[in-house]
Protein backbone atom coordinates (compact mmCIF):
# COMPACT_ATOMS: atom_id res chain seq x y z
CA UNK A 1 0.00 0.00 0.00
CA UNK A 2 1.35 3.59 -1.10
CA UNK A 3 0.36 7.16 -1.02
CA UNK A 4 1.12 8.96 -4.35
CA UNK A 5 0.87 13.22 -4.06
CA UNK A 6 -0.48 14.27 -7.04
CA UNK A 7 -1.84 18.28 -6.33
CA UNK A 8 -0.90 20.80 -3.66
CA UNK A 9 2.16 19.45 -3.58
CA UNK A 10 4.89 22.39 -2.48
CA UNK A 11 1.69 24.38 -4.42
CA UNK A 12 -1.68 25.60 -2.40
CA UNK A 13 -4.11 24.74 -5.36
CA UNK A 14 -5.07 21.12 -6.70
CA UNK A 15 -5.26 19.00 -3.60
CA UNK A 16 -5.53 15.83 -4.63
CA UNK A 17 -3.49 12.49 -2.51
CA UNK A 18 -3.80 8.96 -3.99
CA UNK A 19 -3.99 5.81 -1.59
CA UNK A 20 -3.25 2.65 -3.24
CA UNK A 21 -4.66 -0.53 -0.68
CA UNK A 22 -3.82 -3.71 -2.50
CA UNK A 23 -6.10 -3.31 -5.89
CA UNK A 24 -8.00 -0.28 -4.64
CA UNK A 25 -7.28 3.17 -5.52
CA UNK A 26 -9.02 5.87 -3.03
CA UNK A 27 -8.54 9.88 -4.10
CA UNK A 28 -8.38 12.45 -1.21
CA UNK A 29 -9.92 15.29 -2.63
CA UNK A 30 -9.58 16.42 -6.62
CA UNK A 31 -9.25 19.88 -6.73
CA UNK A 32 -8.68 22.45 -9.05
CA UNK A 33 -5.06 24.21 -9.69
CA UNK A 34 -5.60 28.06 -10.22
CA UNK A 35 -3.19 30.45 -11.05
CA UNK A 36 -1.64 31.16 -14.13
CA UNK A 37 -4.56 30.34 -16.56
CA UNK A 38 -2.05 28.29 -19.64
CA UNK A 39 -0.55 26.38 -16.73
CA UNK A 40 -3.39 25.56 -14.36
CA UNK A 41 -5.64 24.27 -17.85
CA UNK A 42 -2.44 22.21 -18.83
CA UNK A 43 -2.94 20.82 -14.61
CA UNK A 44 -6.17 20.18 -14.46
CA UNK A 45 -6.38 18.39 -17.61
CA UNK A 46 -4.12 16.17 -16.74
CA UNK A 47 -6.26 13.36 -14.72
CA UNK A 48 -3.82 12.34 -11.65
CA UNK A 49 -5.41 8.43 -12.48
CA UNK A 50 -7.25 7.00 -15.18
CA UNK A 51 -10.70 7.21 -14.22
CA UNK A 52 -11.41 3.41 -14.74
CA UNK A 53 -9.19 3.21 -11.63
CA UNK A 54 -10.40 4.97 -9.43
CA UNK A 55 -12.90 3.24 -6.62
CA UNK A 56 -13.69 5.73 -4.27
CA UNK A 57 -13.46 9.98 -3.61
CA UNK A 58 -13.43 11.16 0.15
CA UNK A 59 -13.58 14.94 -0.05
CA UNK A 60 -12.66 17.11 2.83
CA UNK A 61 -13.98 20.28 2.03
CA UNK A 62 -16.00 22.20 -0.71
CA UNK A 63 -13.72 24.70 -2.01
CA UNK A 64 -12.97 24.44 -5.29
CA UNK A 65 -9.16 24.19 -4.62
CA UNK A 66 -10.29 20.72 -2.83
CA UNK A 67 -13.40 19.40 -4.58
CA UNK A 68 -13.06 21.69 -8.55
CA UNK A 69 -12.21 18.57 -10.49
CA UNK A 70 -14.53 16.52 -9.67
CA UNK A 71 -16.96 17.08 -12.37
CA UNK A 72 -14.02 16.53 -14.40
CA UNK A 73 -13.89 13.37 -13.29
CA UNK A 74 -17.55 12.91 -14.21
CA UNK A 75 -17.27 14.04 -17.44
CA UNK A 76 -14.53 11.54 -17.92
CA UNK A 77 -16.55 8.89 -16.67
CA UNK A 78 -16.01 8.43 -12.89
CA UNK A 79 -19.00 6.41 -11.77
CA UNK A 80 -17.77 5.65 -7.89
CA UNK A 81 -18.95 7.19 -4.25
CA UNK A 82 -17.84 10.71 -3.48
CA UNK A 83 -17.77 10.51 0.44
CA UNK A 84 -18.48 14.12 2.26
CA UNK A 85 -20.05 16.20 5.26
CA UNK A 86 -24.13 16.84 4.18
CA UNK A 87 -22.39 20.52 4.48
CA UNK A 88 -20.12 19.48 2.04
CA UNK A 89 -22.33 18.37 -0.64
CA UNK A 90 -25.01 21.17 -0.67
CA UNK A 91 -21.89 23.33 -0.81
CA UNK A 92 -20.84 21.46 -3.73
CA UNK A 93 -24.08 22.04 -5.32
CA UNK A 94 -23.98 25.28 -5.69
CA UNK A 95 -19.31 25.70 -6.03
CA UNK A 96 -19.56 23.41 -8.78
CA UNK A 97 -22.37 24.41 -10.50
CA UNK A 98 -20.68 28.09 -10.32
CA UNK A 99 -16.92 26.43 -11.68
CA UNK A 100 -18.80 24.96 -14.71
CA UNK A 101 -20.62 28.12 -15.48
CA UNK A 102 -17.21 30.01 -15.23
CA UNK A 103 -15.71 27.60 -17.83
CA UNK A 104 -18.45 27.87 -20.31
CA UNK A 105 -18.22 31.31 -20.23
CA UNK A 106 -14.50 31.40 -20.76
CA UNK A 107 -14.48 29.61 -23.19
CA UNK A 108 -17.06 31.18 -24.88
CA UNK A 109 -15.05 34.70 -24.31
CA UNK A 110 -11.75 33.10 -25.75
CA UNK A 111 -14.18 31.95 -28.92
CA UNK A 112 -15.81 35.34 -29.52
CA UNK A 113 -12.81 37.26 -29.04
CA UNK A 114 -9.38 35.43 -29.49
CA UNK A 115 -10.43 33.09 -32.31
CA UNK A 116 -9.71 30.29 -29.67
CA UNK A 117 -11.35 27.16 -29.60
CA UNK A 118 -11.18 25.63 -26.09
CA UNK A 119 -13.53 22.99 -24.52
CA UNK A 120 -14.55 23.69 -21.14
CA UNK A 121 -12.83 21.81 -18.69
CA UNK A 122 -16.52 20.67 -17.43
CA UNK A 123 -19.99 22.03 -18.05
CA UNK A 124 -22.70 22.48 -15.81
CA UNK A 125 -24.54 19.54 -16.30
CA UNK A 126 -21.27 17.29 -15.28
CA UNK A 127 -21.50 19.14 -11.99
CA UNK A 128 -25.01 18.15 -11.50
CA UNK A 129 -24.18 14.65 -12.03
CA UNK A 130 -21.85 14.70 -9.85
CA UNK A 131 -23.66 15.69 -7.01
CA UNK A 132 -25.54 12.46 -7.99
CA UNK A 133 -22.25 10.72 -6.69
CA UNK A 134 -21.88 12.00 -3.38
CA UNK A 135 -22.83 10.34 -0.42
CA UNK A 136 -23.51 12.15 3.12
CA UNK A 137 -21.88 11.04 6.49
CA UNK A 138 -21.99 12.78 9.78
CA UNK A 139 -19.03 13.51 11.72
CA UNK A 140 -17.31 10.79 13.91
CA UNK A 141 -18.75 8.22 12.47
CA UNK A 142 -16.71 5.18 10.60
CA UNK A 143 -18.04 3.96 7.04
CA UNK A 144 -16.41 1.95 4.93
CA UNK A 145 -14.89 3.35 1.24
CA UNK A 146 -13.55 0.39 -0.33
CA UNK A 147 -12.15 -2.99 0.32
CA UNK A 148 -9.51 -2.66 2.80
CA UNK A 149 -10.55 0.72 3.76
CA UNK A 150 -12.55 2.60 5.91
CA UNK A 151 -12.76 6.45 6.88
CA UNK A 152 -14.11 8.93 9.76
CA UNK A 153 -14.70 12.22 9.27
CA UNK A 154 -13.62 15.07 12.55
CA UNK A 155 -14.41 18.88 12.53
CA UNK A 156 -11.80 20.55 10.78
CA UNK A 157 -12.86 24.23 11.41
CA UNK A 158 -11.70 25.56 8.30
CA UNK A 159 -15.39 25.90 6.52
CA UNK A 160 -18.67 25.13 6.87
CA UNK A 161 -18.81 21.24 6.93
CA UNK A 162 -14.84 20.74 6.53
CA UNK A 163 -13.73 17.38 7.90
CA UNK A 164 -9.98 16.12 8.28
CA UNK A 165 -9.96 12.31 7.67
CA UNK A 166 -8.67 9.44 9.66
CA UNK A 167 -8.08 6.46 7.54
CA UNK A 168 -7.78 2.84 8.44
CA UNK A 169 -6.08 0.47 5.92
CA UNK A 170 -5.52 -2.99 5.95
CA UNK A 171 -3.74 -5.14 3.38
CA UNK A 172 -3.48 -9.02 4.06
CA UNK A 173 -1.75 -8.76 7.61
CA UNK A 174 -0.59 -4.88 7.02
CA UNK A 175 -2.66 -2.58 9.11
CA UNK A 176 -2.00 1.10 9.21
CA UNK A 177 -3.73 4.22 9.73
CA UNK A 178 -3.71 7.74 7.68
CA UNK A 179 -4.75 10.58 8.62
CA UNK A 180 -5.74 13.46 6.10
CA UNK A 181 -5.76 17.26 7.94
CA UNK A 182 -7.94 18.53 5.20
CA UNK A 183 -7.56 22.31 5.33
CA UNK A 184 -7.47 23.03 9.30
CA UNK A 185 -9.01 26.10 10.64
CA UNK A 186 -8.43 27.90 13.77
CA UNK A 187 -10.03 27.83 16.95
CA UNK A 188 -12.47 31.03 17.60
CA UNK A 189 -13.62 31.45 13.93
CA UNK A 190 -17.26 32.72 14.08
CA UNK A 191 -20.00 30.55 12.98
CA UNK A 192 -17.79 27.05 12.36
CA UNK A 193 -16.59 24.79 15.38
CA UNK A 194 -13.31 24.56 16.57
CA UNK A 195 -11.09 21.88 14.81
CA UNK A 196 -11.27 18.26 16.56
CA UNK A 197 -8.11 16.18 15.78
CA UNK A 198 -8.95 12.57 14.85
CA UNK A 199 -9.18 10.86 18.09
CA UNK A 200 -7.01 7.86 17.11
CA UNK A 201 -3.35 8.14 16.03
CA UNK A 202 -1.71 7.94 12.66
CA UNK A 203 1.03 5.99 10.80
CA UNK A 204 1.08 8.99 8.52
CA UNK A 205 -0.30 12.66 8.83
CA UNK A 206 -0.87 14.35 5.21
CA UNK A 207 -1.19 18.29 6.59
CA UNK A 208 -1.36 21.19 5.24
CA UNK A 209 1.17 23.98 5.56
CA UNK A 210 -0.34 26.89 4.27
CA UNK A 211 0.84 29.03 6.86
CA UNK A 212 3.28 27.45 7.96
CA UNK A 213 6.32 30.13 8.79
CA UNK A 214 3.76 32.80 10.25
CA UNK A 215 1.50 33.54 13.12
CA UNK A 216 -1.86 34.99 12.50
CA UNK A 217 -3.20 38.21 14.55
CA UNK A 218 -5.65 37.10 17.03
CA UNK A 219 -9.57 36.02 16.10
CA UNK A 220 -10.88 38.88 18.17
CA UNK A 221 -8.06 41.53 17.31
CA UNK A 222 -9.38 41.14 13.43
CA UNK A 223 -12.88 41.75 14.39
CA UNK A 224 -11.85 45.35 15.92
CA UNK A 225 -9.76 46.17 13.03
CA UNK A 226 -12.45 45.37 10.87
CA UNK A 227 -13.97 48.03 12.64
CA UNK A 228 -11.68 50.17 12.56
CA UNK A 229 -11.42 49.96 8.97
CA UNK A 230 -14.80 50.82 8.37
CA UNK A 231 -14.81 53.68 10.79
CA UNK A 232 -12.02 55.35 8.73
CA UNK A 233 -13.15 54.89 5.11
CA UNK A 234 -17.02 55.90 5.90
CA UNK A 235 -14.97 58.83 7.45
CA UNK A 236 -12.89 59.50 3.94
CA UNK A 237 -16.27 59.24 1.72
CA UNK A 238 -14.62 55.94 0.51
CA UNK A 239 -15.78 52.22 -0.14
CA UNK A 240 -14.42 49.15 1.53
CA UNK A 241 -13.61 46.52 -0.94
CA UNK A 242 -13.13 43.17 -0.08
CA UNK A 243 -12.25 40.40 -2.12
CA UNK A 244 -13.62 37.55 -0.29
CA UNK A 245 -14.48 33.88 -1.57
CA UNK A 246 -17.90 33.16 -1.59
CA UNK A 247 -17.63 30.62 1.19
CA UNK A 248 -16.88 30.88 4.46
CA UNK A 249 -15.17 34.22 4.08
CA UNK A 250 -17.94 36.18 3.28
CA UNK A 251 -20.03 34.47 5.82
CA UNK A 252 -17.32 35.28 8.40
CA UNK A 253 -17.19 39.04 7.49
CA UNK A 254 -20.87 39.26 7.57
CA UNK A 255 -20.57 37.58 11.05
CA UNK A 256 -19.09 40.71 12.41
CA UNK A 257 -20.18 43.35 10.35
CA UNK A 258 -23.64 42.35 12.11
CA UNK A 259 -21.73 41.86 15.77
CA UNK A 260 -20.18 45.35 15.26
CA UNK A 261 -22.75 47.33 14.02
CA UNK A 262 -24.99 45.76 17.19
CA UNK A 263 -22.15 47.15 19.89
CA UNK A 264 -22.34 50.18 17.96
CA UNK A 265 -18.79 50.14 16.29
CA UNK A 266 -19.50 51.14 13.04
CA UNK A 267 -21.70 53.19 10.96
CA UNK A 268 -24.84 52.22 9.42
CA UNK A 269 -23.33 52.11 5.77
CA UNK A 270 -24.78 49.52 3.01
CA UNK A 271 -22.78 46.54 2.98
CA UNK A 272 -23.11 44.49 -0.70
CA UNK A 273 -22.61 41.14 -1.26
CA UNK A 274 -22.06 41.31 -4.97
CA UNK A 275 -21.53 37.79 -5.81
CA UNK A 276 -24.76 35.50 -6.68
CA UNK A 277 -22.29 32.13 -5.13
CA UNK A 278 -22.06 34.46 -1.95
CA UNK A 279 -25.42 34.85 -2.00
CA UNK A 280 -26.69 31.52 -2.70
CA UNK A 281 -23.56 30.33 0.07
CA UNK A 282 -25.36 32.18 2.51
CA UNK A 283 -28.24 30.63 2.17
CA UNK A 284 -26.53 27.00 2.70
CA UNK A 285 -24.97 28.13 5.68
CA UNK A 286 -28.52 28.95 6.60
CA UNK A 287 -29.37 25.84 6.33
CA UNK A 288 -27.00 24.01 8.50
CA UNK A 289 -27.55 25.67 12.36
CA UNK A 290 -26.31 22.20 13.61
CA UNK A 291 -23.07 22.98 12.49
CA UNK A 292 -22.70 26.10 13.74
CA UNK A 293 -20.46 26.62 17.23
CA UNK A 294 -23.41 27.32 19.91
CA UNK A 295 -21.16 28.36 22.38
CA UNK A 296 -20.70 31.74 20.80
CA UNK A 297 -23.25 34.59 21.90
CA UNK A 298 -24.69 35.75 18.04
CA UNK A 299 -25.43 32.23 17.50
CA UNK A 300 -27.39 31.48 20.71
CA UNK A 301 -28.55 35.30 20.40
CA UNK A 302 -30.14 35.54 16.76
CA UNK A 303 -30.71 33.16 14.57
CA UNK A 304 -30.79 35.48 11.30
CA UNK A 305 -26.84 35.63 11.35
CA UNK A 306 -27.00 37.18 8.02
CA UNK A 307 -29.52 39.45 7.69
CA UNK A 308 -29.61 42.32 9.01
CA UNK A 309 -30.60 46.16 8.18
CA UNK A 310 -27.14 46.92 6.75
CA UNK A 311 -26.97 43.73 4.15
CA UNK A 312 -28.07 44.39 0.88
CA UNK A 313 -27.80 41.22 -1.62
CA UNK A 314 -26.55 41.99 -5.41
CA UNK A 315 -27.52 39.15 -7.60
CA UNK A 316 -28.75 40.73 -11.44
CA UNK A 317 -25.25 42.05 -13.11
CA UNK A 318 -27.03 45.46 -13.91
CA UNK A 319 -27.81 46.24 -9.64
CA UNK A 320 -23.93 45.29 -9.56
CA UNK A 321 -22.88 47.82 -12.29
CA UNK A 322 -24.76 50.25 -10.45
CA UNK A 323 -22.86 50.38 -7.81
CA UNK A 324 -19.83 51.76 -9.13
CA UNK A 325 -21.84 54.87 -9.58
CA UNK A 326 -23.68 55.34 -6.20
CA UNK A 327 -22.29 58.02 -4.13
CA UNK A 328 -21.47 57.80 -0.14
CA UNK A 329 -19.76 55.41 1.76
CA UNK A 330 -20.25 51.25 0.97
CA UNK A 331 -18.52 47.89 1.88
CA UNK A 332 -18.27 45.69 -0.95
CA UNK A 333 -17.72 42.28 -0.54
CA UNK A 334 -16.62 40.09 -3.58
CA UNK A 335 -15.55 37.16 -5.49
CA UNK A 336 -12.95 36.04 -5.92
CA UNK A 337 -10.88 35.77 -3.16
CA UNK A 338 -7.78 36.24 -4.98
CA UNK A 339 -9.44 38.42 -7.33
CA UNK A 340 -8.77 36.80 -9.88
CA UNK A 341 -11.85 36.68 -11.49
CA UNK A 342 -15.83 37.74 -10.73
CA UNK A 343 -17.05 41.27 -10.13
CA UNK A 344 -14.65 42.12 -7.67
CA UNK A 345 -12.54 42.86 -10.62
CA UNK A 346 -14.82 45.10 -11.54
CA UNK A 347 -15.34 47.41 -8.69
CA UNK A 348 -11.49 47.18 -8.35
CA UNK A 349 -10.79 48.59 -11.75
CA UNK A 350 -13.20 51.37 -10.61
CA UNK A 351 -12.26 51.78 -7.21
CA UNK A 352 -8.02 50.64 -6.55
CA UNK A 353 -7.09 54.40 -7.54
CA UNK A 354 -8.94 56.06 -5.71
CA UNK A 355 -7.33 57.49 -2.14
CA UNK A 356 -10.33 57.35 -0.34
CA UNK A 357 -11.01 53.88 -0.52
CA UNK A 358 -9.75 50.81 0.89
CA UNK A 359 -8.75 47.57 -0.67
CA UNK A 360 -9.00 45.01 2.52
CA UNK A 361 -7.29 41.83 1.94
CA UNK A 362 -8.58 39.09 4.38
CA UNK A 363 -7.06 35.72 3.13
CA UNK A 364 -4.28 33.87 1.95
CA UNK A 365 -2.67 35.36 -1.92
CA UNK A 366 -1.27 32.77 -3.90
CA UNK A 367 1.85 33.78 -6.37
CA UNK A 368 0.89 35.05 -9.48
CA UNK A 369 -2.57 36.31 -8.47
CA UNK A 370 -4.36 39.72 -8.54
CA UNK A 371 -4.57 39.79 -5.26
CA UNK A 372 -0.99 38.97 -4.06
CA UNK A 373 0.16 42.11 -6.34
CA UNK A 374 -2.20 44.09 -4.25
CA UNK A 375 -0.71 42.98 -1.19
CA UNK A 376 2.69 44.12 -2.35
CA UNK A 377 1.17 47.78 -3.47
CA UNK A 378 2.45 47.49 -6.75
CA UNK A 379 2.19 50.83 -7.82
CA UNK A 380 0.05 49.67 -11.50
CA UNK A 381 -2.42 46.53 -11.40
CA UNK A 382 -3.37 45.27 -14.40
CA UNK A 383 -7.35 44.64 -14.73
CA UNK A 384 -9.03 43.50 -17.77
CA UNK A 385 -6.04 44.21 -20.05
CA UNK A 386 -5.91 47.83 -18.70
CA UNK A 387 -3.57 49.43 -16.15
CA UNK A 388 -5.41 50.74 -13.11
CA UNK A 389 -3.04 53.06 -10.70
CA UNK A 390 -3.17 51.81 -6.82
CA UNK A 391 -3.94 54.88 -4.65
CA UNK A 392 -6.53 53.08 -2.47
CA UNK A 393 -5.11 52.41 0.97
CA UNK A 394 -4.28 48.47 1.50
CA UNK A 395 -5.35 46.87 4.50
CA UNK A 396 -4.36 43.27 5.06
CA UNK A 397 -6.04 41.09 8.22
CA UNK A 398 -4.47 38.05 8.63
CA UNK A 399 -6.46 37.29 11.76
CA UNK A 400 -9.63 36.43 9.16
CA UNK A 401 -7.42 33.24 7.59
CA UNK A 402 -9.49 30.32 7.66
CA UNK A 403 -6.35 28.09 8.17
CA UNK A 404 -4.52 27.23 11.27
CA UNK A 405 -1.08 29.22 11.84
CA UNK A 406 2.60 27.11 12.50
CA UNK A 407 1.67 27.54 15.66
CA UNK A 408 -2.34 25.79 15.80
CA UNK A 409 -0.76 23.57 13.17
CA UNK A 410 1.57 22.18 15.49
CA UNK A 411 -0.47 21.59 18.64
CA UNK A 412 -3.50 20.11 16.18
CA UNK A 413 -0.78 17.76 15.19
CA UNK A 414 0.71 17.47 18.87
CA UNK A 415 -2.49 16.05 19.65
CA UNK A 416 -2.64 13.81 17.11
CA UNK A 417 0.72 12.14 18.50
CA UNK A 418 -0.80 12.58 21.48
CA UNK A 419 -3.62 9.77 20.60
CA UNK A 420 -0.95 7.16 20.03
CA UNK A 421 -0.41 4.88 17.28
CA UNK A 422 -1.53 1.33 16.49
CA UNK A 423 1.11 -0.64 18.45
CA UNK A 424 2.83 1.51 19.90
CA UNK A 425 4.94 2.38 16.55
CA UNK A 426 7.26 5.36 16.18
CA UNK A 427 6.17 9.08 15.87
CA UNK A 428 3.81 9.57 13.33
CA UNK A 429 5.31 10.13 9.64
CA UNK A 430 4.60 13.78 8.82
CA UNK A 431 4.03 14.75 4.40
CA UNK A 432 3.71 18.43 4.44
CA UNK A 433 1.29 19.15 1.52
CA UNK A 434 -0.63 22.57 0.70
CA UNK A 435 1.95 25.23 1.10
CA UNK A 436 4.60 27.30 -0.75
CA UNK A 437 8.05 25.86 -0.05
CA UNK A 438 9.11 28.82 2.35
CA UNK A 439 6.20 27.98 4.68
CA UNK A 440 6.56 24.55 4.60
CA UNK A 441 10.43 24.18 4.80
CA UNK A 442 10.36 26.54 7.81
CA UNK A 443 6.86 24.12 9.58
CA UNK A 444 9.01 21.12 8.63
CA UNK A 445 12.34 22.52 10.65
CA UNK A 446 9.92 23.38 13.69
CA UNK A 447 8.39 19.97 14.12
CA UNK A 448 11.58 18.43 13.15
CA UNK A 449 12.88 20.01 16.34
CA UNK A 450 9.96 18.44 17.88
CA UNK A 451 10.63 15.32 17.48
CA UNK A 452 8.84 14.55 14.02
CA UNK A 453 9.98 12.61 11.24
CA UNK A 454 9.03 15.24 8.17
CA UNK A 455 8.93 14.89 4.65
CA UNK A 456 8.14 17.27 1.81
CA UNK A 457 6.85 15.51 -1.22
CA UNK A 458 6.77 16.78 -4.38
CA UNK A 459 4.26 16.44 -7.56
CA UNK A 460 4.48 12.62 -8.63
CA UNK A 461 6.56 11.22 -5.14
CA UNK A 462 5.22 8.30 -3.63
CA UNK A 463 5.63 6.78 0.48
CA UNK A 464 5.02 2.68 0.95
CA UNK A 465 2.78 2.46 4.39
Given at each position: MHIEF??????????????????RTVLLDCGLFQGKRSESRAKNQHLPVPVDEIDAIILSHAHIDHAGRLPYLVAQGYKGSIWATSATRDLCAIMLADSANIQEKD????????????????????????????????????FDVTDGVRAMFTEAGHILGSASVALEVREGDTFRRVVFSGDVGRCGLPIIRDP????????VVICESTYGNRDHESVEGARDQLGQVVRDTAARGGRVLI?????????????????????????DIPVYIDSPLATNATAVFAMHPEAYDHSEALVRRDPNLFDFPMVQFTRDVNESKRLNSMPGPMIIIAA?????????????????SDPRNTILIVGFMAEHT???????????LRIFGEEVSLA??????????????????????????QNGVPDGRPRPHVMLVHGEPPAQEAF??????????????APGDRMTL
Open positions: SGAAQEVTGSCHILRVGKADFLARHRDEHIEPLYRVEDATQTLERMISMPYRKWEPPPLGADPAFAVGRTQELLYDLHQLRHDGKIPSGMAESGRILHHLRYGALGRRIVEQRPVASVEILNGYSAHADRHELHRWLQAVRAEQLRDDGFRVDIP
